[in-house]
């Protein structure tokens, strides 16, 4: 159990930081259950029997500098006040993911040099996770609608 908490270090630290810099924030996630997980991904965040769980890759989340470490603590949150897991509905994991992205980015400060921002798409901030959707998933094309369906439109019969 001492080596868990001992690779948690870097999220207690954040937490701790969080808790100074935006009480709220921090306060927050105190409530939510940690699990070291083995992907790539330096934090993650899922719902587990009702409860939020922070999922943290321990060297990929130490490898962050502490105001990255603090603002993807933040980006996880906003993720669950949105309930953008809820609102997902059936749509593209990926693109709502990055639309989710789009929608709480810009008010953060300090994410790492990857993160994803609507002027990076051309698009304009502010809008909600369903409107960069949109924007980002045109839907399906379904051409003319004439001929058989195998492209035969343009032949005599």
């Avoid at 868990?4 to 701790?16: E, F, G, I, S, Y």
């Avoid at 300090?110 to 369903?130: D, K, Q, S, T």
Wanted: with cysteine; hydrophobic share 40%.
């Amino acid at each position: 159990m001492l080596a868990m908490k001992d690779n948690l270090r870097p999220l207690q630290d954040a937490l701790v930081r969080l808790l100074r810099e935006r009480p709220f924030y921090g306060h927050f996630l105190l409530h939510f259950r940690r699990r070291a997980t083995a992907d790539g991904s330096p934090l993650g965040v899922t719902i587990e029997h009702g409860t939020p769980t922070l999922c943290v890759q321990p060297a990929a989340f130490a490898a962050c500098a502490a105001d990255e470490q603090t603002a993807l603590l933040e980006h996880l949150l906003k993720h669950v006040l949105h309930l953008h897991m809820l609102r997902r509905r059936g749509r593209h994991a990926h693109d709502w993911d990055i639309a989710c992205d789009l929608a709480i980015n810009p008010g953060i400060a300090g994410l790492p040099p990857a993160a994803v921002y609507p002027e990076r798409f051309g698009l304009p901030a502010g809008l909600a996770a369903e409107e960069y959707y949109r924007l980002l998933s045109p839907p399906f094309d379904s051409g003319n609608q004439q001929g058989q369906g195998v492209g035969d439109a343009d032949r005599e019969r």
